[in-house]
């Protein structure tokens, strides 16, 4: 059997979004592995932007491999443009493999990840149900200090994953054989309500924090009052509008297939996250 550093010292890998919940993840992981990484954010030596054509052919040369998380997210209108026109210019320079970061019961991502699949690259799609971590690295951690997350669609499951279990996915896709022209779907082992999960991150801090429900209309405004950037209120909108209906609540069996694990808890999750001080509200 081929092993993890056969494969990896030969695949030299952009990791796009390589900043964010899961990109900053992989790209740690990668490197601890001692796989030869390119950053691919605004920030970086060679900067990536995927607003910014411009930056795409020199992040993408001289790379084998590339880790695709495209933002704010698959689901925004015009994404399969993006993703179509990027995927075509991998290619063209000499990309070998894709691993595209989806999501779940997204008709735009389902589009892009097609185009992956009719790339002639080698690909794997990593498709994922909402992140845990966005209750402690994304728009609703101002919330939680604040004592109350307010949210629309409360009463909803959803089988949160740990952005763990997502670069953990994505990095055996890259580095390991096995794993090409899968499609990984990956959830947490059980589905909570969001009003559910509020009260578990409370017991995890110690600290009264409440779930409010909300139309979408007051959503939408107390983010924009939290000065949320507008494509990201935009994204949150559509999720809790179209995405987060209930169509997305069972869980699946994508992490064990792909790492022979289960997946995190979310009572795990956010034990580590309170671990952090993340949560924790300043001294009176």
């Not at 390119?38 to 607003?51: N, V």
């Not at 990593?126 to 629309?152: H, K, M, W």
């Not at 869980?251 to 949560?279: I, M, Q, S």
Request: hydrophobic fraction near 40%.
């Amino acid at each position: 059997m081929t092993s993890t550093t056969d494969i990896t010292t030969t695949r030299r890998t952009l990791v796009t979004g390589g900043t964010g919940k899961t990109g900053s993840r992989v790209a740690t992981r990668l490197r601890t592995a001692g796989v030869p990484i390119r950053l691919g954010s605004r920030a970086a030596e060679q900067p990536f932007d995927w607003a910014d054509r411009t930056t795409w052919a020199p992040a993408l040369t001289n790379i084998d491999a590339v880790y695709l998380a495209y933002a704010p997210d698959l689901a925004v209108p015009g994404a399969p443009e993006v993703i179509k026109a990027f995927v075509a210019q991998a290619a063209a320079l000499g990309v070998e493999k894709l691993v595209l970061l989806s999501g779940r019961g997204e008709a735009e991502a389902e589009q892009c990840e097609q185009i992956v699949r009719d790339s002639g690259l080698e690909w794997t799609i990593v498709r994922c149900s909402f992140f845990a971590q966005n209750f402690s690295e994304g728009a609703f951690t101002d919330y939680i200090l604040a004592g109350e997350l307010a949210l629309p669609n409360g009463t909803v499951d959803e089988p949160f994953v740990h952005a763990d279990d997502i670069a953990d996915v994505a990095v055996a896709a890259l580095t390991e054989p096995g794993h090409t022209g899968e499609t990984y779907e990956l959830t947490g082992p059980r589905a909570l309500s969001f009003a559910r999960a509020v009260a578990e991150i409370a017991a995890a801090t110690g600290r009264e924090i409440s779930f409010a429900p909300v139309s979408r209309a007051e959503f939408v405004a107390a983010l924009t009052e939290y000065q949320v950037p507008a494509d990201e209120v935009s994204l949150l909108d559509y999720l809790f509008g179209t995405v987060l209906d209930g169509r997305n609540s069972d869980t699946t069996d994508g992490v064990r297939r792909a790492l022979g694990r289960e997946p995190k808890d979310f009572t795990e999750y956010t034990e580590e996250a309170a671990a952090t001080g993340v949560w924790d509200t300043p001294a009176q």
